[in-house]
């Protein structure tokens, strides 16, 4: 009866141990694999080039450094920190410009409903980056037989994870001014970029993307005229909805497996 209860507490310890043992050896797996809710805010700027010049004026040019915000948001499957898979929305309003003479801007803001862009994408893990170092604590641990170790604990003022990002997008553009422009016009987009996912200990905070994204055909053509030297000059600017992109967003835990 003993030896019994003997060989049942034996059992019941090894399987205790497996149990703990499986526990932590997959933690590491599947603890890291994240679905966010990922809403985001930025600056755009549509990229325009001229597709006409009837006078020949060589000052007349697209400039494309005017920006609007955009706003966006989207669902991240986020795994092991390495590859991300995301899908969403996002939106923003077209602005037209361009220089003349001697490097003056004109600007048009268009205000009607906004563009819609919905990407798939795909992001992965490049590297990870401390930057900064503010402070650094060091303790010598004597463990058994006199041996010692040493355990370094950084702490720095940046961390985070560069990424590089890709995907397509389906576009819904029925803001964009000019001639080509109608309702609910479509067009598809392929897009890349760099980001980077701030973070602090197992938990991401901001994440700051550069993004740009070039369209597949020419969505629109913008007349222009303009006075210089009491003489009117006239061009077209043209434009597939291509745009640079700065992005802030701020991921938001929806389960963890």
């Not at 004026?57 to 966006?72: E, G, I, L, Q, V």
């Not at 970029?193 to 991401?204: E, P, R, T, V």
Request: charged share 15%; proline share 4%; with cysteine.
């Amino acid at each position: 009866m003993i030896q019994s209860r003997s060989y049942h507490f034996k059992y019941q310890t090894i399987l205790s141990t497996i149990v703990v043992f499986l526990c932590f050896a997959s933690g590491p797996v599947f603890s890291q694999t994240n679905l966010r809710l990922t809403p985001g805010f930025g600056l755009q700027s549509l990229q325009w080039y001229v597709k006409e010049n009837k006078n020949a004026d060589s000052r007349f040019k697209a400039y494309n450094f005017h920006t609007t915000p955009t706003f966006a948001v989207s669902l991240q499957l986020d795994i092991k920190h390495d590859w991300m898979i995301f899908a969403g929305w996002y939106t923003y309003r077209s602005k037209v410009s361009f220089k003349y003479g001697n490097g003056s801007t004109i600007g048009y803001l268009t205000m009607p409903p906004p563009a819609n862009i919905f990407p798939l994408g795909l992001q992965k893990t490049i590297g990870t980056h401390r930057l900064f170092k503010v402070n650094r604590q060091i303790e010598i641990l004597k463990g058994i037989f006199g041996i010692q170790s040493i355990l370094n604990n950084d702490r720095y003022l940046l961390v985070f994870r560069s990424r590089l990002i890709s995907g397509v997008s389906y576009d819904l553009i029925n803001s964009t001014p000019g001639n080509l422009s109608t309702t609910n016009q479509t067009n598809i987009s392929l897009f890349f970029g760099l980001g980077l996912q701030f973070f602090n200990a197992d938990k991401d905070r901001l994440q700051l993307n550069f993004i740009y994204s070039q369209g597949s055909k020419e969505i629109s053509d913008f007349d222009v005229d303009y006075y210089l030297n009491s003489k009117i000059y006239s061009g077209k600017l043209g434009s597939k909805g291509s745009f640079f992109a700065v992005q802030l967003a701020y991921p938001l835990q929806m389960f963890k497996l």
